[in-house]
């Protein structure tokens, strides 16, 4: 049995990892391998069926906190968006030189990516950069580096990256502390992309009117609302990332789940959605309110997440992973060698998986909170799918919207992404034990 469940995983995540080639779309096949792991545990297994029933629930109650969790922030950000609460910032940005906009849109993206998540903010930057960057060519290279920023960014805030907010919800890591420890990593592994294209770019922005209109992408919808200016796109600005800001706060003051935290704030957004424009008439009103914007949110990613974690909360019942880390400990030995290598495997297969499989491998009497695994994995899971244009959510959607071919990110952004995440893991490595000594006084 244990080898079927295997074979199965494997098999599911080829399909997860080959999307384009097969034409399946992933979230069906991460369905599909949740549900069969399960089943075949179920079906073959020795232990009583209260109990596999009971692992069952256990696991649901942790996954469904992730995902309502995800399915708030998606539709907090959504609705920002439609109130284009982001122009307020955008705006703002008017220089010509292409290096000195380069730095100032990664920083812009790395802070931002740390409070929306790194997803939506490549979203957000790449719709930017459109109207910033008309050279195609120059374009690709912002949007290389907007994945690298996004990835760093999102890395080092429990609410950046699903992965740090997987680790998070999990307990694994605390709010201060992570934000404390990986700043500085995630900076060097943004900084030193940055400063080696200081030296190497070359060409010019273009011109405004010489740039092509496939303004493609997930959010096209927005063209029908034209340029007039949306009354309360401040407040709803404000409020949304104040909303997001506020989830670990609340966390931290009341104990109770994340979830509950980010629910809280889309009520509150919600309620203000309403109150905007009491005059306008329905159909007129439903793109800003939080039912259109619940319309909008990327709910197939969310069923991947779910299928993906159901699988692995499979493997983790049967034992498989507890048997796998034993393994990995007794072949390689180092765990910081293991963490490095999950993530520039993070690169090739979703993150969220291999993290998900880490937090099962690892077991929490033994590796506490703020444990350097859970630190580093943060880290590692988080930058290191820059590496690939395929390897984060932000990769895949910047991809899409900028049809970046993959050979041409591997030739071009690849090493500066892996300098970066290289940079970085040796700054974590150089500064936890000082860090760890602090936290032990």
């Not at 049967?318 to 990995?328: K, P, R, T």
């Amino acid at each position: 049995m244990v080898t079927f469940v295997i074979l199965v995983f494997i098999v599911g995540y080829l399909a997860i990892a080959l999307e384009h080639p097969i034409k399946i779309n992933k979230t069906a096949s991460a369905l599909l391998t949740g549900v069969i792991c399960w089943t075949l545990y179920a079906v073959f297994s020795h232990d009583a069926i209260e109990h596999i029933g009971e692992q069952l629930n256990h696991h649901l109650g942790q996954i469904s906190a992730i995902l309502f969790f995800l399915m708030g922030a998606m539709t907090i950000v959504e609705l920002v968006d439609a109130y284009q609460g982001f122009k307020v910032v955008t705006d703002r940005i008017n220089t010509k030189d292409p290096k000195k906009l380069m730095w100032i849109i990664c920083i812009v993206t790395f802070f931002l990516s740390a409070i929306l998540d790194n997803l939506t903010t490549s979203i957000v930057m790449i719709s930017l950069i459109r109207k910033l960057v008309p050279n195609k060519q120059m374009r690709l290279f912002f949007a290389g580096m907007i994945v690298i920023a996004a990835n760093a960014g999102g890395a080092w805030s429990p609410i950046g990256d699903v992965t740090t907010t997987m680790l998070w919800i999990g307990g694994q890591i605390s709010t201060g502390n992570i934000m404390v420890t990986l700043l500085l990593p995630s900076m060097v592994c943004l900084i030193v992309p940055l400063i080696y294209l200081q030296f190497t770019l070359k060409g010019e922005l273009g011109h405004a009117g010489s740039h092509d209109h496939s303004q493609g992408g997930s959010h096209g919808h927005h063209g029908s609302h034209g340029h007039k200016p949306i009354k309360g796109s401040t407040t709803m600005l404000i409020l949304g990332v104040g909303g997001l800001v506020s989830v670990p706060i609340f966390k931290t003051i009341t104990h109770l789940p994340p979830y509950l935290g980010m629910l809280l704030a889309l009520g509150v957004l919600w309620v203000v959605s309403e109150l905007i424009n009491p005059d306008m008439d329905e159909a007129d009103k439903r793109p800003y309110t939080a039912a259109g914007a619940l319309t909008r949110i990327d709910v197939p990613s969310v069923l991947f997440f779910l299928g993906i974690l159901l699988a692995v909360s499979a493997l983790e019942s049967m034992e498989i992973l507890h048997h796998f880390s034993l393994w990995l400990d007794e072949t390689i030995g180092d765990q910081r060698m293991i963490i490095t290598l999950i993530g520039i495997l993070s690169s090739i297969v979703d993150n969220v998986p291999l993290v998900a499989a880490s937090m099962g491998m690892y077991d929490m009497g033994i590796y506490p909170q703020d444990h350097l695994i859970w630190e580093y994995l943060a880290y590692c899971a988080g930058t290191g799918g820059s590496i690939l244009i395929i390897g984060s959510a932000a990769g895949v959607a910047v991809m899409g919207m900028e049809k970046i071919d993959f050979i041409w990110y591997l030739k071009k952004i690849s090493l500066l992404a892996m300098l970066g995440y290289f940079a970085g893991a040796v700054i974590y490595l150089l500064i936890q034990p000082f860090l760890a000594v602090h936290h032990a006084v």
